[in-house]
Protein backbone atom coordinates (compact mmCIF):
# COMPACT_ATOMS: atom_id res chain seq x y z
CA UNK A 1 0.00 0.00 0.00
CA UNK A 2 2.77 2.45 1.00
CA UNK A 3 4.68 1.53 -2.30
CA UNK A 4 1.56 1.87 -4.94
CA UNK A 5 -0.22 5.04 -3.00
CA UNK A 6 2.69 7.76 -4.19
CA UNK A 7 3.28 6.30 -7.53
CA UNK A 8 -0.14 6.18 -8.51
CA UNK A 9 -0.28 9.80 -7.64
CA UNK A 10 2.59 10.27 -9.83
CA UNK A 11 1.19 8.41 -12.21
CA UNK A 12 -2.13 10.61 -12.26
CA UNK A 13 0.25 13.65 -12.78
CA UNK A 14 1.97 12.05 -15.49
CA UNK A 15 -1.86 11.80 -17.36
CA UNK A 16 -2.33 15.54 -16.07
CA UNK A 17 0.26 17.17 -17.60
CA UNK A 18 -0.23 14.86 -21.36
CA UNK A 19 -3.67 15.30 -21.47
CA UNK A 20 -3.10 19.45 -20.55
CA UNK A 21 0.01 19.69 -22.82
CA UNK A 22 -1.02 17.39 -25.94
CA UNK A 23 -4.78 17.24 -26.09
CA UNK A 24 -7.15 20.37 -24.08
CA UNK A 25 -3.73 22.89 -24.11
CA UNK A 26 -4.68 23.81 -20.68
CA UNK A 27 -2.19 25.97 -19.06
CA UNK A 28 -2.18 26.74 -15.39
CA UNK A 29 0.26 24.27 -14.17
CA UNK A 30 -1.17 24.15 -10.93
CA UNK A 31 -0.16 20.33 -9.49
CA UNK A 32 -3.97 20.52 -8.20
CA UNK A 33 -5.59 21.10 -11.49
CA UNK A 34 -3.40 18.60 -13.01
CA UNK A 35 -4.32 16.01 -10.68
CA UNK A 36 -7.74 16.78 -11.55
CA UNK A 37 -6.92 16.50 -15.09
CA UNK A 38 -5.25 13.71 -14.72
CA UNK A 39 -8.34 11.80 -12.69
CA UNK A 40 -10.42 13.09 -15.57
CA UNK A 41 -8.16 11.13 -18.39
CA UNK A 42 -8.00 7.93 -16.19
CA UNK A 43 -11.52 8.05 -16.12
CA UNK A 44 -11.75 8.53 -19.97
CA UNK A 45 -9.42 5.35 -20.23
CA UNK A 46 -11.64 3.42 -17.81
CA UNK A 47 -15.07 4.11 -19.01
CA UNK A 48 -13.66 2.84 -23.21
CA UNK A 49 -11.50 0.12 -22.22
CA UNK A 50 -13.72 -1.47 -19.80
CA UNK A 51 -16.39 -2.16 -22.75
CA UNK A 52 -13.68 -4.84 -23.80
CA UNK A 53 -11.13 -5.13 -21.19
CA UNK A 54 -11.18 -6.16 -17.60
CA UNK A 55 -9.55 -4.59 -15.54
CA UNK A 56 -6.81 -7.01 -14.39
CA UNK A 57 -3.58 -6.68 -12.55
CA UNK A 58 -1.70 -7.18 -15.71
CA UNK A 59 -3.41 -4.12 -17.64
CA UNK A 60 -3.42 -1.38 -14.46
CA UNK A 61 -0.05 -2.19 -13.92
CA UNK A 62 0.62 -1.17 -17.62
CA UNK A 63 -1.83 2.09 -17.71
CA UNK A 64 -0.28 2.94 -14.33
CA UNK A 65 3.69 2.34 -15.69
CA UNK A 66 2.98 4.63 -18.86
CA UNK A 67 1.73 7.31 -16.22
CA UNK A 68 4.92 6.89 -14.84
CA UNK A 69 6.80 7.67 -17.69
CA UNK A 70 4.16 10.23 -19.24
CA UNK A 71 5.32 12.32 -15.63
CA UNK A 72 9.37 12.07 -15.53
CA UNK A 73 8.76 12.88 -19.11
CA UNK A 74 7.32 16.20 -18.55
CA UNK A 75 9.06 16.34 -15.18
CA UNK A 76 12.03 18.65 -17.21
CA UNK A 77 9.64 20.47 -19.82
CA UNK A 78 6.83 21.80 -17.96
CA UNK A 79 8.69 24.52 -15.43
CA UNK A 80 6.70 24.04 -12.16
CA UNK A 81 8.75 25.71 -9.07
CA UNK A 82 10.14 22.90 -6.91
CA UNK A 83 8.03 24.67 -3.78
CA UNK A 84 5.15 23.45 -4.97
CA UNK A 85 6.22 19.72 -5.16
CA UNK A 86 7.16 20.42 -2.02
CA UNK A 87 3.78 21.66 -0.54
CA UNK A 88 2.02 18.73 -2.17
CA UNK A 89 4.75 16.19 -0.70
CA UNK A 90 3.48 17.74 2.90
CA UNK A 91 0.06 17.30 1.92
CA UNK A 92 0.38 13.54 0.22
CA UNK A 93 2.58 12.53 3.99
CA UNK A 94 -0.09 14.05 5.82
CA UNK A 95 -2.99 12.06 3.87
CA UNK A 96 -1.22 8.98 4.87
CA UNK A 97 -3.07 8.95 8.15
CA UNK A 98 -6.51 9.75 6.30
CA UNK A 99 -6.20 6.84 4.73
CA UNK A 100 -5.45 4.53 7.81
CA UNK A 101 -8.27 6.23 9.79
CA UNK A 102 -11.62 4.99 9.83
CA UNK A 103 -13.78 2.48 8.68
CA UNK A 104 -15.53 1.15 5.25
CA UNK A 105 -18.81 3.17 3.73
CA UNK A 106 -22.01 1.47 5.03
CA UNK A 107 -22.53 0.88 1.37
CA UNK A 108 -19.19 -0.68 0.63
CA UNK A 109 -19.72 -4.01 1.24
CA UNK A 110 -23.36 -4.17 -0.63
CA UNK A 111 -22.54 -2.51 -3.60
CA UNK A 112 -19.24 -0.54 -3.96
CA UNK A 113 -16.86 -3.48 -3.77
CA UNK A 114 -19.30 -6.26 -5.72
CA UNK A 115 -19.34 -3.35 -8.42
CA UNK A 116 -15.60 -2.84 -8.49
CA UNK A 117 -14.81 -6.54 -8.64
CA UNK A 118 -16.72 -7.26 -11.56
CA UNK A 119 -15.04 -3.89 -13.16
CA UNK A 120 -12.22 -6.04 -12.80
CA UNK A 121 -13.19 -9.43 -13.72
CA UNK A 122 -15.47 -9.15 -16.62
CA UNK A 123 -15.75 -6.63 -19.55
CA UNK A 124 -18.72 -5.03 -20.93
CA UNK A 125 -20.46 -4.53 -17.74
CA UNK A 126 -23.71 -3.17 -19.10
CA UNK A 127 -26.97 -4.46 -17.20
CA UNK A 128 -25.33 -4.88 -13.88
CA UNK A 129 -28.45 -3.58 -12.32
CA UNK A 130 -30.55 -6.53 -13.08
CA UNK A 131 -28.11 -8.20 -10.41
CA UNK A 132 -28.39 -5.36 -7.54
CA UNK A 133 -30.28 -2.52 -6.81
CA UNK A 134 -26.49 -0.73 -6.06
CA UNK A 135 -25.73 -1.41 -9.15
CA UNK A 136 -28.57 0.91 -10.36
CA UNK A 137 -26.44 4.10 -8.80
CA UNK A 138 -23.48 4.63 -11.01
CA UNK A 139 -20.23 6.03 -9.92
CA UNK A 140 -17.47 7.13 -11.96
CA UNK A 141 -15.62 6.46 -8.52
CA UNK A 142 -15.98 2.78 -9.21
CA UNK A 143 -14.26 2.99 -12.39
CA UNK A 144 -11.46 4.37 -10.94
CA UNK A 145 -10.99 2.51 -8.32
CA UNK A 146 -11.28 -0.68 -10.29
CA UNK A 147 -7.79 0.37 -11.82
CA UNK A 148 -5.60 -0.05 -8.19
CA UNK A 149 -6.18 -3.99 -9.25
CA UNK A 150 -2.33 -3.92 -9.14
CA UNK A 151 0.07 -6.93 -8.32
CA UNK A 152 0.49 -7.80 -4.48
CA UNK A 153 -2.25 -5.76 -3.33
CA UNK A 154 -5.39 -7.13 -4.74
CA UNK A 155 -8.13 -5.29 -3.55
CA UNK A 156 -6.58 -3.35 -0.71
CA UNK A 157 -6.26 0.16 -2.94
CA UNK A 158 -10.30 0.28 -3.55
CA UNK A 159 -10.64 2.84 -1.44
CA UNK A 160 -7.76 5.21 -2.53
CA UNK A 161 -9.80 7.23 -5.07
CA UNK A 162 -11.59 9.63 -2.48
CA UNK A 163 -7.81 10.18 -1.27
CA UNK A 164 -6.66 11.69 -4.77
CA UNK A 165 -9.13 13.98 -4.73
CA UNK A 166 -8.61 15.04 -1.22
CA UNK A 167 -4.99 15.33 -1.79
CA UNK A 168 -5.58 17.79 -4.92
CA UNK A 169 -8.04 19.44 -3.54
CA UNK A 170 -5.91 20.53 -0.55
CA UNK A 171 -3.57 21.54 -2.72
CA UNK A 172 -5.98 23.93 -5.08
CA UNK A 173 -7.51 25.59 -1.73
CA UNK A 174 -3.94 26.36 -0.37
CA UNK A 175 -2.51 27.78 -3.07
CA UNK A 176 -5.44 30.28 -3.20
CA UNK A 177 -5.16 30.83 0.35
CA UNK A 178 -1.31 31.93 0.04
CA UNK A 179 -1.89 33.74 -3.49
CA UNK A 180 -0.73 36.96 -2.51
CA UNK A 181 -2.95 38.65 -5.94
CA UNK A 182 -5.59 37.21 -4.35
CA UNK A 183 -4.71 38.41 -1.07
CA UNK A 184 -4.40 41.92 -2.03
CA UNK A 185 -7.41 42.38 -4.64
CA UNK A 186 -9.94 39.52 -3.31
CA UNK A 187 -9.75 38.66 0.16
CA UNK A 188 -13.05 37.44 0.43
CA UNK A 189 -11.62 34.62 -1.80
CA UNK A 190 -8.75 34.04 0.54
CA UNK A 191 -11.32 34.06 3.43
CA UNK A 192 -13.68 31.72 1.62
CA UNK A 193 -10.83 29.26 0.55
CA UNK A 194 -9.57 29.08 4.27
CA UNK A 195 -13.08 27.86 5.53
CA UNK A 196 -13.16 25.41 2.76
CA UNK A 197 -9.80 24.34 3.41
CA UNK A 198 -11.07 23.75 6.94
CA UNK A 199 -14.20 22.28 6.59
CA UNK A 200 -13.28 19.83 4.29
CA UNK A 201 -10.47 18.90 6.44
CA UNK A 202 -12.45 18.56 9.68
CA UNK A 203 -15.38 17.34 8.13
CA UNK A 204 -14.20 14.80 5.53
CA UNK A 205 -11.41 13.47 7.48
CA UNK A 206 -12.53 9.68 7.33
CA UNK A 207 -11.86 8.71 4.22
CA UNK A 208 -14.30 5.72 5.18
CA UNK A 209 -16.98 8.40 5.12
CA UNK A 210 -16.85 9.31 1.58
CA UNK A 211 -18.76 7.05 -0.59
CA UNK A 212 -20.14 8.35 -4.25
CA UNK A 213 -20.83 11.90 -1.97
CA UNK A 214 -17.95 13.38 -0.21
CA UNK A 215 -15.65 13.43 -3.47
CA UNK A 216 -18.24 15.25 -5.65
CA UNK A 217 -19.00 18.07 -2.79
CA UNK A 218 -15.35 18.36 -2.17
CA UNK A 219 -15.25 19.27 -6.02
CA UNK A 220 -18.31 21.34 -6.31
CA UNK A 221 -16.50 23.66 -3.52
CA UNK A 222 -13.26 24.42 -5.62
CA UNK A 223 -15.81 25.08 -8.70
CA UNK A 224 -17.46 27.49 -6.51
CA UNK A 225 -14.63 29.33 -5.63
CA UNK A 226 -13.34 29.27 -9.05
CA UNK A 227 -16.53 30.15 -10.74
CA UNK A 228 -16.65 33.25 -7.60
CA UNK A 229 -12.96 34.38 -8.58
CA UNK A 230 -14.07 34.07 -12.53
CA UNK A 231 -16.68 36.85 -12.01
CA UNK A 232 -15.10 38.88 -9.92
CA UNK A 233 -11.96 39.14 -12.02
CA UNK A 234 -10.97 43.19 -12.94
CA UNK A 235 -9.68 41.48 -16.32
CA UNK A 236 -12.20 42.33 -19.18
CA UNK A 237 -10.65 38.88 -21.29
CA UNK A 238 -11.70 35.51 -20.85
CA UNK A 239 -9.44 33.20 -19.59
CA UNK A 240 -10.01 29.97 -21.69
CA UNK A 241 -7.84 27.71 -18.87
CA UNK A 242 -10.75 28.53 -16.54
CA UNK A 243 -13.29 27.29 -18.87
CA UNK A 244 -11.69 23.94 -19.53
CA UNK A 245 -10.90 23.07 -15.91
CA UNK A 246 -14.75 24.37 -15.06
CA UNK A 247 -15.50 21.99 -17.98
CA UNK A 248 -13.47 18.66 -16.53
CA UNK A 249 -14.63 19.48 -12.77
CA UNK A 250 -18.22 19.55 -13.80
CA UNK A 251 -18.32 16.78 -15.71
CA UNK A 252 -16.03 15.00 -12.63
CA UNK A 253 -19.04 15.99 -10.46
CA UNK A 254 -21.75 14.91 -12.56
CA UNK A 255 -19.67 11.50 -13.04
CA UNK A 256 -19.27 10.81 -9.50
CA UNK A 257 -22.87 11.35 -8.61
CA UNK A 258 -25.05 11.90 -10.98
CA UNK A 259 -28.30 13.98 -8.12
CA UNK A 260 -25.34 16.90 -8.08
CA UNK A 261 -26.04 18.14 -11.19
CA UNK A 262 -29.26 19.59 -9.84
CA UNK A 263 -25.74 22.14 -8.38
CA UNK A 264 -25.59 23.62 -12.41
CA UNK A 265 -29.30 25.46 -12.33
Known amino acids: MFVYYPLILISILGYGFFTSKKIIKFENYNLGYQGLVGIFSLLLISYISTQFLPHTQVFNLIILLIGLILF ?55 GLGNLNHGFKTHSSIFLLS ?11 LFHFAPAYIMVFSNFILLKLIFNKKIQKNYIFITFLSLASLIFIDVFFYRLGEHGT ?28 NYLKIFLIIGMLIASLKAFYLIYFV
Do not use: C, Q
Open 146 to 156: SMFSLPGAKYN
Open 72 to 126: FFYFKKIDIPKKNYKLLSIIFFLSLIFILVGKNHDDFHYYHFPYIIILTEYPHPL
Open 213 to 240: DRSAMILIIILVLNLLYFINKKEKKIDK
